[in-house]
Protein backbone atom coordinates (compact mmCIF):
# COMPACT_ATOMS: atom_id res chain seq x y z
CA UNK A 1 0.00 0.00 0.00
CA UNK A 2 1.85 3.25 -1.05
CA UNK A 3 0.73 6.98 -0.59
CA UNK A 4 -0.05 7.10 -4.13
CA UNK A 5 -3.26 4.51 -3.96
CA UNK A 6 -6.35 6.07 -3.99
CA UNK A 7 -7.38 7.90 -0.22
CA UNK A 8 -10.84 6.11 1.07
CA UNK A 9 -11.79 9.33 2.29
CA UNK A 10 -11.05 12.85 1.37
CA UNK A 11 -8.35 15.15 2.57
CA UNK A 12 -8.66 17.39 5.19
CA UNK A 13 -9.90 20.66 3.29
CA UNK A 14 -7.44 23.55 3.51
CA UNK A 15 -10.09 26.19 4.83
CA UNK A 16 -10.14 23.93 8.06
CA UNK A 17 -6.56 24.43 8.32
CA UNK A 18 -6.98 26.79 11.04
CA UNK A 19 -8.71 24.46 13.47
CA UNK A 20 -6.34 21.62 13.13
CA UNK A 21 -3.52 23.95 14.28
CA UNK A 22 -5.86 25.29 17.54
CA UNK A 23 -6.69 22.07 17.98
CA UNK A 24 -2.76 20.67 18.17
CA UNK A 25 -1.76 24.13 19.87
CA UNK A 26 -4.38 23.04 22.72
CA UNK A 27 -3.43 19.45 22.86
CA UNK A 28 0.13 20.62 23.42
CA UNK A 29 -0.83 23.11 26.20
CA UNK A 30 -2.20 21.06 27.98
CA UNK A 31 0.40 18.06 27.63
CA UNK A 32 3.34 20.09 28.98
CA UNK A 33 1.09 22.47 30.97
CA UNK A 34 -0.46 19.37 33.23
CA UNK A 35 3.35 18.18 34.06
CA UNK A 36 2.69 20.13 37.56
CA UNK A 37 -0.39 18.86 38.83
CA UNK A 38 0.52 16.07 40.65
CA UNK A 39 3.27 15.23 42.91
CA UNK A 40 5.62 12.72 42.62
CA UNK A 41 4.44 9.30 42.88
CA UNK A 42 6.52 6.61 44.24
CA UNK A 43 8.32 4.18 43.68
CA UNK A 44 9.67 4.97 39.81
CA UNK A 45 8.48 9.13 39.84
CA UNK A 46 10.19 9.88 42.82
CA UNK A 47 13.09 7.06 41.89
CA UNK A 48 14.14 8.80 38.85
CA UNK A 49 13.76 12.24 39.73
CA UNK A 50 15.85 11.80 43.06
CA UNK A 51 18.78 9.80 40.97
CA UNK A 52 19.11 12.82 38.07
CA UNK A 53 19.31 15.07 41.54
CA UNK A 54 22.08 13.36 42.78
CA UNK A 55 23.53 13.36 39.53
CA UNK A 56 22.71 17.28 39.00
CA UNK A 57 24.78 17.95 42.33
CA UNK A 58 27.34 15.43 41.79
CA UNK A 59 28.65 16.35 38.52
CA UNK A 60 28.95 12.66 37.66
CA UNK A 61 26.91 11.79 34.55
CA UNK A 62 28.97 7.85 34.57
CA UNK A 63 28.19 5.97 37.21
CA UNK A 64 24.65 6.50 38.75
CA UNK A 65 23.65 6.79 42.49
CA UNK A 66 20.70 6.24 44.42
CA UNK A 67 20.44 7.87 47.63
CA UNK A 68 24.40 7.89 47.67
CA UNK A 69 24.64 4.26 46.73
CA UNK A 70 25.75 2.67 43.26
CA UNK A 71 22.33 2.08 41.55
CA UNK A 72 22.69 -0.20 37.85
CA UNK A 73 19.33 -1.22 36.94
CA UNK A 74 19.40 0.67 34.08
CA UNK A 75 21.52 2.99 31.74
CA UNK A 76 21.75 7.15 31.90
CA UNK A 77 19.90 8.66 29.14
CA UNK A 78 16.35 9.49 30.67
CA UNK A 79 18.56 10.82 33.56
CA UNK A 80 21.05 12.79 31.77
CA UNK A 81 17.60 14.48 29.68
CA UNK A 82 16.12 15.22 33.63
CA UNK A 83 19.70 16.52 33.95
CA UNK A 84 19.36 19.11 31.73
CA UNK A 85 16.15 19.97 32.47
CA UNK A 86 17.37 20.50 36.27
CA UNK A 87 20.02 22.77 34.96
CA UNK A 88 17.63 25.12 32.37
CA UNK A 89 14.46 24.90 35.07
CA UNK A 90 15.48 24.40 38.17
CA UNK A 91 14.74 21.29 40.69
CA UNK A 92 11.12 20.26 40.22
CA UNK A 93 8.28 18.04 39.75
CA UNK A 94 7.26 19.34 36.38
CA UNK A 95 11.57 19.14 35.03
CA UNK A 96 11.48 15.82 36.58
CA UNK A 97 8.84 14.93 34.14
CA UNK A 98 9.28 17.01 31.33
CA UNK A 99 11.43 14.17 28.75
CA UNK A 100 8.41 11.47 29.37
CA UNK A 101 6.21 13.94 28.23
CA UNK A 102 9.20 14.96 24.86
CA UNK A 103 9.15 11.74 24.80
CA UNK A 104 5.60 10.99 24.41
CA UNK A 105 4.94 14.06 22.07
CA UNK A 106 7.95 12.85 19.80
CA UNK A 107 7.13 9.39 19.31
CA UNK A 108 3.72 10.80 18.25
CA UNK A 109 5.09 13.38 16.30
CA UNK A 110 7.43 10.56 14.40
CA UNK A 111 4.90 7.98 13.53
CA UNK A 112 2.58 11.36 12.20
CA UNK A 113 5.40 11.74 9.58
CA UNK A 114 5.88 8.04 8.91
CA UNK A 115 1.65 7.82 8.65
CA UNK A 116 1.32 10.81 6.59
CA UNK A 117 4.52 9.54 3.95
CA UNK A 118 2.28 6.22 3.77
CA UNK A 119 -0.86 6.97 3.65
CA UNK A 120 -1.10 10.34 3.02
CA UNK A 121 -1.92 13.71 5.35
CA UNK A 122 -5.44 12.51 6.53
CA UNK A 123 -3.86 9.20 7.86
CA UNK A 124 -0.95 11.18 9.45
CA UNK A 125 -3.56 13.55 11.43
CA UNK A 126 -5.53 10.59 12.38
CA UNK A 127 -2.96 8.80 13.72
CA UNK A 128 -1.90 11.65 16.68
CA UNK A 129 -5.66 11.64 16.99
CA UNK A 130 -5.62 8.09 18.17
CA UNK A 131 -2.47 8.31 20.16
CA UNK A 132 -3.67 11.15 22.81
CA UNK A 133 -6.70 9.47 22.62
CA UNK A 134 -5.58 6.38 23.90
CA UNK A 135 -5.08 6.59 27.68
CA UNK A 136 -2.17 4.50 28.21
CA UNK A 137 -0.26 6.64 25.72
CA UNK A 138 -1.22 9.71 27.89
CA UNK A 139 -0.70 8.17 30.85
CA UNK A 140 2.69 7.42 30.15
CA UNK A 141 3.37 10.49 29.28
CA UNK A 142 2.62 12.20 32.30
CA UNK A 143 4.52 9.83 34.34
CA UNK A 144 8.04 9.65 35.63
CA UNK A 145 9.64 6.20 34.36
CA UNK A 146 11.35 4.90 32.00
CA UNK A 147 8.52 3.24 29.88
CA UNK A 148 7.55 6.26 27.77
CA UNK A 149 11.58 7.65 27.67
CA UNK A 150 12.07 4.09 25.96
CA UNK A 151 8.73 3.95 23.90
CA UNK A 152 9.36 7.41 22.63
CA UNK A 153 12.71 6.29 21.29
CA UNK A 154 11.49 2.99 19.88
CA UNK A 155 8.34 4.42 17.90
CA UNK A 156 11.37 6.92 15.75
CA UNK A 157 13.24 3.46 15.46
CA UNK A 158 9.46 2.26 13.86
CA UNK A 159 9.41 5.07 11.80
CA UNK A 160 12.30 5.95 10.59
CA UNK A 161 12.43 2.21 9.40
CA UNK A 162 9.11 2.76 7.53
CA UNK A 163 10.41 6.26 6.06
CA UNK A 164 13.38 4.03 5.25
CA UNK A 165 11.19 1.50 3.21
CA UNK A 166 8.90 3.81 0.96
CA UNK A 167 9.63 2.72 -2.60
CA UNK A 168 9.78 6.42 -3.64
CA UNK A 169 12.66 6.86 -1.05
CA UNK A 170 16.30 8.01 -3.04
CA UNK A 171 19.19 6.28 -2.20
CA UNK A 172 20.18 8.82 0.23
CA UNK A 173 17.12 9.74 1.39
CA UNK A 174 17.14 5.89 2.64
CA UNK A 175 20.16 5.49 3.79
CA UNK A 176 19.72 8.83 6.40
CA UNK A 177 16.12 7.31 7.59
CA UNK A 178 17.88 4.12 8.40
CA UNK A 179 20.92 5.74 10.25
CA UNK A 180 17.46 7.52 12.36
CA UNK A 181 16.83 4.35 12.75
CA UNK A 182 20.08 2.83 14.11
CA UNK A 183 20.71 6.32 16.38
CA UNK A 184 17.19 6.17 17.69
CA UNK A 185 18.05 2.10 18.75
CA UNK A 186 21.03 3.55 20.49
CA UNK A 187 19.07 6.10 22.59
CA UNK A 188 16.58 3.07 23.33
CA UNK A 189 19.50 1.28 23.99
CA UNK A 190 20.91 4.25 26.51
CA UNK A 191 17.65 4.22 27.91
CA UNK A 192 16.24 1.03 29.20
CA UNK A 193 18.98 -1.45 27.97
CA UNK A 194 19.37 -4.16 25.52
CA UNK A 195 15.88 -3.98 24.17
CA UNK A 196 16.79 -1.09 22.20
CA UNK A 197 18.15 -3.36 19.51
CA UNK A 198 16.73 -6.57 20.87
CA UNK A 199 13.00 -5.48 20.21
CA UNK A 200 13.61 -4.41 16.76
CA UNK A 201 15.76 -6.92 15.77
CA UNK A 202 12.72 -9.37 17.01
CA UNK A 203 10.53 -7.49 14.84
CA UNK A 204 12.58 -7.63 12.18
CA UNK A 205 12.79 -11.27 11.56
CA UNK A 206 9.64 -12.11 12.49
CA UNK A 207 8.21 -9.81 9.83
CA UNK A 208 11.05 -11.55 7.56
CA UNK A 209 9.48 -14.95 7.95
CA UNK A 210 5.73 -13.79 8.00
CA UNK A 211 5.92 -11.72 5.39
CA UNK A 212 8.62 -13.29 3.63
CA UNK A 213 10.65 -10.29 2.19
CA UNK A 214 13.82 -10.60 2.12
CA UNK A 215 15.24 -7.42 0.46
CA UNK A 216 14.00 -5.71 3.31
CA UNK A 217 17.73 -7.00 4.77
CA UNK A 218 19.67 -5.48 1.96
CA UNK A 219 18.16 -1.84 2.81
CA UNK A 220 19.40 -1.83 6.30
CA UNK A 221 22.80 -0.27 6.07
CA UNK A 222 23.87 -3.08 8.16
CA UNK A 223 27.65 -2.51 8.37
CA UNK A 224 27.35 2.00 8.75
CA UNK A 225 24.19 1.43 11.07
CA UNK A 226 25.78 -0.99 13.53
CA UNK A 227 29.20 1.36 13.83
CA UNK A 228 26.67 4.32 14.28
CA UNK A 229 24.78 2.83 17.15
CA UNK A 230 28.53 1.90 18.66
CA UNK A 231 29.61 4.99 18.60
CA UNK A 232 26.44 6.58 19.90
CA UNK A 233 25.76 3.90 22.82
CA UNK A 234 29.33 1.55 23.39
CA UNK A 235 31.09 4.76 25.10
CA UNK A 236 29.32 5.06 28.25
CA UNK A 237 29.30 1.11 28.50
CA UNK A 238 32.82 1.42 28.33
CA UNK A 239 33.48 4.17 30.79
CA UNK A 240 31.05 3.12 33.26
CA UNK A 241 32.39 -0.57 33.44
CA UNK A 242 36.20 0.86 33.14
CA UNK A 243 34.99 3.08 36.58
CA UNK A 244 33.02 0.18 38.18
CA UNK A 245 34.64 -3.56 37.26
CA UNK A 246 31.30 -4.85 38.94
CA UNK A 247 28.90 -3.26 36.38
CA UNK A 248 28.87 -5.56 33.05
CA UNK A 249 28.02 -8.82 35.58
CA UNK A 250 25.03 -6.98 37.37
CA UNK A 251 23.90 -5.04 34.57
CA UNK A 252 23.95 -7.67 31.33
CA UNK A 253 23.49 -10.99 33.33
CA UNK A 254 21.22 -10.37 36.76
CA UNK A 255 19.21 -6.68 34.71
CA UNK A 256 18.67 -8.58 31.93
CA UNK A 257 18.62 -12.41 31.50
CA UNK A 258 17.74 -13.10 35.36
CA UNK A 259 15.00 -10.29 35.22
CA UNK A 260 13.13 -11.68 32.28
CA UNK A 261 13.88 -15.20 32.74
CA UNK A 262 12.90 -15.52 36.64
CA UNK A 263 11.27 -13.88 39.50
CA UNK A 264 14.52 -12.09 41.69
CA UNK A 265 12.29 -9.17 41.73
CA UNK A 266 8.89 -10.30 42.32
CA UNK A 267 6.84 -9.20 39.79
CA UNK A 268 5.22 -12.54 38.85
CA UNK A 269 2.01 -12.00 37.26
CA UNK A 270 0.16 -14.73 34.77
CA UNK A 271 0.64 -14.68 30.62
CA UNK A 272 -2.31 -13.08 30.24
CA UNK A 273 -1.89 -10.17 32.41
CA UNK A 274 -1.40 -7.72 29.67
CA UNK A 275 -4.88 -8.13 27.96
CA UNK A 276 -6.77 -6.38 29.81
CA UNK A 277 -3.84 -3.86 29.82
CA UNK A 278 -3.75 -3.50 26.21
CA UNK A 279 -7.66 -3.40 26.25
CA UNK A 280 -7.69 -0.42 28.92
CA UNK A 281 -4.73 1.27 27.35
CA UNK A 282 -6.21 1.58 24.12
CA UNK A 283 -10.16 1.61 25.14
CA UNK A 284 -11.51 4.33 22.93
CA UNK A 285 -10.36 2.44 19.52
CA UNK A 286 -10.31 -1.04 20.72
CA UNK A 287 -13.83 -1.78 18.50
CA UNK A 288 -11.56 -1.05 15.18
CA UNK A 289 -10.18 -4.44 16.16
CA UNK A 290 -11.94 -5.83 13.36
CA UNK A 291 -11.62 -3.51 10.32
CA UNK A 292 -8.04 -3.79 11.33
CA UNK A 293 -7.62 -7.49 10.94
CA UNK A 294 -9.29 -6.94 7.81
CA UNK A 295 -7.36 -4.51 6.33
CA UNK A 296 -4.47 -6.96 7.55
CA UNK A 297 -5.74 -9.59 5.19
CA UNK A 298 -6.13 -7.10 2.27
CA UNK A 299 -2.38 -6.82 2.42
CA UNK A 300 -1.31 -10.13 2.96
CA UNK A 301 -0.89 -10.55 -0.85
CA UNK A 302 0.81 -7.21 -2.07
CA UNK A 303 4.26 -7.24 -3.42
CA UNK A 304 7.40 -5.38 -1.61
CA UNK A 305 7.16 -3.88 1.72
CA UNK A 306 3.87 -4.24 3.68
CA UNK A 307 3.78 -1.27 5.96
CA UNK A 308 0.84 -2.82 7.72
CA UNK A 309 2.29 -6.10 8.01
CA UNK A 310 5.16 -4.14 9.75
CA UNK A 311 3.13 -2.13 12.01
CA UNK A 312 1.00 -5.71 12.86
CA UNK A 313 4.32 -7.58 13.51
CA UNK A 314 5.47 -4.52 15.46
CA UNK A 315 2.83 -4.73 17.94
CA UNK A 316 2.29 -8.28 18.50
CA UNK A 317 5.89 -9.18 18.89
CA UNK A 318 6.42 -6.76 21.41
CA UNK A 319 3.08 -7.65 23.35
CA UNK A 320 4.06 -11.45 23.31
CA UNK A 321 7.87 -10.95 24.20
CA UNK A 322 7.14 -9.37 27.86
CA UNK A 323 4.09 -11.24 28.11
CA UNK A 324 6.23 -14.38 28.29
CA UNK A 325 8.53 -12.64 31.04
CA UNK A 326 8.68 -13.82 34.74
CA UNK A 327 8.69 -10.24 35.23
CA UNK A 328 5.63 -7.88 34.04
CA UNK A 329 4.74 -4.67 35.02
CA UNK A 330 2.12 -2.34 33.08
CA UNK A 331 4.35 0.38 31.20
CA UNK A 332 6.75 -2.35 29.53
CA UNK A 333 3.90 -2.73 27.04
CA UNK A 334 3.64 0.77 25.67
CA UNK A 335 5.66 0.34 22.93
CA UNK A 336 2.75 -1.15 21.27
CA UNK A 337 0.76 1.66 20.60
CA UNK A 338 2.48 3.85 18.32
CA UNK A 339 2.07 1.10 16.00
CA UNK A 340 -1.34 0.62 16.97
CA UNK A 341 -2.59 4.14 16.67
CA UNK A 342 -1.27 4.13 12.74
CA UNK A 343 -3.53 0.71 12.18
CA UNK A 344 -6.21 2.23 14.20
CA UNK A 345 -5.78 5.51 11.92
CA UNK A 346 -6.00 3.75 9.03
CA UNK A 347 -9.54 1.65 9.72
CA UNK A 348 -10.69 5.08 11.23
CA UNK A 349 -10.05 6.63 7.29
CA UNK A 350 -12.05 3.55 5.62
CA UNK A 351 -14.66 3.98 8.18
CA UNK A 352 -18.36 5.08 6.90
CA UNK A 353 -20.49 7.26 8.89
CA UNK A 354 -23.04 4.58 9.68
CA UNK A 355 -20.20 2.34 11.30
CA UNK A 356 -18.37 5.48 13.17
CA UNK A 357 -21.58 6.55 14.89
CA UNK A 358 -21.70 2.77 16.29
CA UNK A 359 -18.98 3.24 17.26
CA UNK A 360 -19.45 6.81 19.19
CA UNK A 361 -22.70 4.79 20.54
CA UNK A 362 -20.75 2.29 21.66
CA UNK A 363 -18.21 4.72 23.49
CA UNK A 364 -21.20 6.43 25.25
CA UNK A 365 -22.77 3.84 26.64
CA UNK A 366 -19.48 2.72 28.08
CA UNK A 367 -18.86 6.71 29.21
CA UNK A 368 -22.37 6.68 30.66
CA UNK A 369 -22.06 3.27 32.67
CA UNK A 370 -18.32 4.77 34.14
CA UNK A 371 -20.06 7.72 35.20
CA UNK A 372 -23.08 5.67 37.08
CA UNK A 373 -20.38 3.90 38.31
CA UNK A 374 -18.45 6.91 39.64
CA UNK A 375 -19.95 7.32 42.99
CA UNK A 376 -17.95 3.49 44.13
CA UNK A 377 -14.87 5.34 44.03
CA UNK A 378 -16.16 6.84 47.44
CA UNK A 379 -16.32 3.49 48.96
CA UNK A 380 -12.55 2.55 48.33
CA UNK A 381 -10.19 3.13 50.97
CA UNK A 382 -7.24 1.10 52.61
CA UNK A 383 -4.92 1.41 55.51
CA UNK A 384 -2.19 3.46 53.85
CA UNK A 385 -4.86 5.49 51.23
CA UNK A 386 -7.66 6.12 53.90
CA UNK A 387 -11.74 6.66 52.54
CA UNK A 388 -11.62 10.36 52.97
CA UNK A 389 -9.10 10.67 50.11
CA UNK A 390 -11.01 8.22 47.83
CA UNK A 391 -14.32 10.50 48.48
CA UNK A 392 -12.09 13.40 47.23
CA UNK A 393 -11.30 11.95 44.59
CA UNK A 394 -14.81 10.76 43.22
CA UNK A 395 -15.74 14.07 41.91
CA UNK A 396 -12.56 14.11 39.51
CA UNK A 397 -13.33 10.56 38.09
CA UNK A 398 -16.97 11.83 37.89
CA UNK A 399 -15.63 15.14 36.10
CA UNK A 400 -13.68 12.92 33.73
CA UNK A 401 -16.84 10.42 32.83
CA UNK A 402 -19.10 13.62 32.10
CA UNK A 403 -16.31 15.27 29.89
CA UNK A 404 -16.55 11.86 28.04
CA UNK A 405 -20.11 11.73 27.80
CA UNK A 406 -20.18 15.12 26.29
CA UNK A 407 -17.27 14.96 24.17
CA UNK A 408 -18.86 12.06 22.61
CA UNK A 409 -22.16 13.54 22.00
CA UNK A 410 -20.68 16.52 21.09
CA UNK A 411 -18.82 14.08 18.06
CA UNK A 412 -22.47 12.52 16.98
CA UNK A 413 -23.61 15.65 16.34
CA UNK A 414 -20.47 16.61 14.12
CA UNK A 415 -20.85 12.86 12.37
CA UNK A 416 -23.94 14.35 10.83
CA UNK A 417 -21.36 15.67 7.93
CA UNK A 418 -19.50 14.05 4.70
CA UNK A 419 -16.28 14.16 6.09
CA UNK A 420 -15.46 12.86 9.62
CA UNK A 421 -12.56 13.96 11.17
CA UNK A 422 -14.07 16.94 12.59
CA UNK A 423 -16.52 14.62 14.65
CA UNK A 424 -13.39 11.87 15.48
CA UNK A 425 -10.88 14.81 16.58
CA UNK A 426 -14.15 16.17 19.43
CA UNK A 427 -14.17 12.65 20.62
CA UNK A 428 -10.59 11.92 20.50
CA UNK A 429 -9.74 15.58 22.27
CA UNK A 430 -12.63 14.60 25.17
CA UNK A 431 -10.89 10.98 26.06
CA UNK A 432 -7.97 13.19 26.09
CA UNK A 433 -9.39 15.63 28.12
CA UNK A 434 -10.63 12.86 30.56
CA UNK A 435 -7.72 11.17 31.25
CA UNK A 436 -6.27 14.43 32.18
CA UNK A 437 -8.78 14.99 34.40
CA UNK A 438 -8.96 11.81 36.12
CA UNK A 439 -4.92 11.70 35.95
CA UNK A 440 -4.65 15.50 37.18
CA UNK A 441 -7.23 14.65 40.12
CA UNK A 442 -5.22 11.52 41.22
CA UNK A 443 -3.26 14.88 43.16
CA UNK A 444 -6.00 14.06 46.18
CA UNK A 445 -4.31 10.35 46.63
CA UNK A 446 -0.97 11.16 45.77
CA UNK A 447 -0.41 13.89 47.71
CA UNK A 448 -0.19 11.96 50.79
CA UNK A 449 2.01 9.44 49.03
CA UNK A 450 4.64 11.51 47.93
CA UNK A 451 5.26 12.96 52.00
CA UNK A 452 5.17 16.55 50.67
CA UNK A 453 3.58 17.24 53.24
CA UNK A 454 6.18 16.65 55.81
CA UNK A 455 8.54 18.60 54.18
CA UNK A 456 8.23 21.75 56.01
CA UNK A 457 8.36 20.30 59.41
CA UNK A 458 11.39 18.38 59.03
CA UNK A 459 13.31 21.36 57.71
CA UNK A 460 12.16 22.97 61.08
CA UNK A 461 14.33 20.29 62.88
CA UNK A 462 17.08 19.74 59.95
CA UNK A 463 20.68 21.06 60.11
CA UNK A 464 23.35 21.15 57.66
CA UNK A 465 25.04 17.72 57.87
CA UNK A 466 22.36 16.31 59.93
CA UNK A 467 21.73 12.46 58.63
CA UNK A 468 18.96 11.21 57.96
CA UNK A 469 18.25 7.32 58.73
CA UNK A 470 15.64 5.52 56.49
CA UNK A 471 14.77 2.67 59.09
CA UNK A 472 13.54 -0.68 57.37
CA UNK A 473 12.03 1.57 54.16
CA UNK A 474 13.50 3.10 51.25
CA UNK A 475 11.21 6.03 50.83
CA UNK A 476 11.39 6.78 47.14
CA UNK A 477 10.10 10.61 47.20
CA UNK A 478 10.82 12.17 50.27
CA UNK A 479 14.88 12.42 49.89
CA UNK A 480 13.69 14.22 46.59
CA UNK A 481 11.48 16.84 48.46
CA UNK A 482 13.85 17.23 51.38
CA UNK A 483 16.93 17.24 48.44
CA UNK A 484 18.55 15.35 51.18
CA UNK A 485 20.07 11.73 51.19
CA UNK A 486 19.20 9.40 53.70
CA UNK A 487 21.62 6.13 54.98
CA UNK A 488 19.63 2.87 54.61
CA UNK A 489 19.49 0.64 57.92
CA UNK A 490 19.08 -2.66 57.97
CA UNK A 491 16.51 -3.48 54.73
CA UNK A 492 18.43 -1.95 51.98
CA UNK A 493 15.30 -2.75 49.38
CA UNK A 494 16.35 -2.72 45.83
CA UNK A 495 19.25 -0.60 47.06
CA UNK A 496 20.75 -4.42 47.89
CA UNK A 497 23.23 -4.11 44.88
CA UNK A 498 24.92 -0.66 46.49
CA UNK A 499 25.34 -1.42 50.11
CA UNK A 500 26.89 -4.60 49.06
CA UNK A 501 29.73 -2.24 46.94
CA UNK A 502 29.94 0.07 49.68
CA UNK A 503 28.79 -1.71 53.00
CA UNK A 504 30.49 1.46 54.81
CA UNK A 505 27.51 3.37 53.88
CA UNK A 506 24.66 1.52 55.54
CA UNK A 507 23.77 0.57 58.86
CA UNK A 508 23.19 -3.33 58.33
CA UNK A 509 21.23 -4.13 61.79
CA UNK A 510 18.59 -2.39 64.31
CA UNK A 511 21.18 -3.09 67.18
CA UNK A 512 24.03 -0.86 64.69
CA UNK A 513 21.25 1.99 64.38
CA UNK A 514 20.44 1.94 67.83
CA UNK A 515 23.71 2.59 68.84
CA UNK A 516 24.63 5.40 66.27
CA UNK A 517 20.87 7.11 67.28
CA UNK A 518 21.87 7.20 71.11
CA UNK A 519 25.22 8.43 70.17
CA UNK A 520 24.34 11.78 71.25
CA UNK A 521 25.13 12.77 67.38
CA UNK A 522 21.60 14.41 65.89
CA UNK A 523 19.81 12.89 63.48
CA UNK A 524 16.65 12.15 62.29
CA UNK A 525 14.90 9.13 60.94
CA UNK A 526 12.29 7.62 58.79
CA UNK A 527 10.04 4.11 59.26
CA UNK A 528 6.91 3.21 59.49
CA UNK A 529 4.53 3.35 62.18
CA UNK A 530 5.29 -0.23 62.81
CA UNK A 531 8.91 -0.06 63.21
CA UNK A 532 8.43 3.26 65.10
CA UNK A 533 5.99 1.29 67.71
CA UNK A 534 8.76 -0.82 68.47
CA UNK A 535 11.76 1.36 68.93
CA UNK A 536 9.26 3.20 71.17
CA UNK A 537 8.70 -0.09 73.28
CA UNK A 538 12.58 -0.65 73.34
CA UNK A 539 12.94 2.90 74.99
CA UNK A 540 14.80 4.47 72.29
CA UNK A 541 14.55 8.58 72.28
CA UNK A 542 11.85 9.39 69.74
CA UNK A 543 11.28 13.05 69.06
CA UNK A 544 7.96 13.47 66.74
CA UNK A 545 9.02 15.71 64.32
CA UNK A 546 6.17 14.37 61.27
CA UNK A 547 3.78 11.65 60.34
CA UNK A 548 1.27 10.57 58.15
CA UNK A 549 -0.32 7.76 57.02
CA UNK A 550 2.76 5.61 55.49
CA UNK A 551 5.45 7.15 57.25
CA UNK A 552 6.68 8.55 60.91
CA UNK A 553 9.29 10.87 61.13
CA UNK A 554 11.33 11.38 64.58
CA UNK A 555 14.54 12.78 65.64
CA UNK A 556 16.71 12.06 68.51
CA UNK A 557 17.01 15.18 70.30
CA UNK A 558 13.69 17.45 71.47
CA UNK A 559 13.61 20.81 69.84
CA UNK A 560 14.65 23.37 71.26
CA UNK A 561 12.38 26.24 71.80
CA UNK A 562 11.80 28.59 69.66
Known amino acids: MSRAEPAAAPATPRSRAWWVWLFAAVVVAVWFGTLDARHLLRSDEGRYAEIAREMFVSGDWVTIRYNGLKYFEKPPFHLWMTVLAYHAFGVGDWQARLWVAASGAIGTLAMVLAARRWFGARVGWLTALVLIAAPSWNLGAHFNSLDMSVSGALACVLAAFMLAQHPDASAADRRRWMWAAWAAMAVATLTKGLIGFVLPGLVLVLYTLLARDWSVWRRLHLVTGSLLILALAAPWFVLISLRNPEFPQFFFIHEHWDRYTSTIHHRMEPWWYFVPQL ?50 LPGYILPVFPALAVLAALALDRLDRRAWNRQLLVALIVALAALAASPLVARLGNEGTPNVLYRHYMPWIAAACALAVIGILAARRLARGDDRLPSIAAFSLAIFGAVTIGLAGHETLGRSISGVDLVAPIKAWLKPGMPIYSVRLLDHTLPFYLRHTTIMVEAPDELAFGVRQEPDKWIPTLAGFEKVWTSGAPALAIMSHDTYAKLVADRLPMFAVAEDTRRVVVANFARPSP
Open 279 to 328: VGGFLPWIGLTPRVLGLLRADAGRAGFRPLWWLATWAAAIFVFFSLSDSK
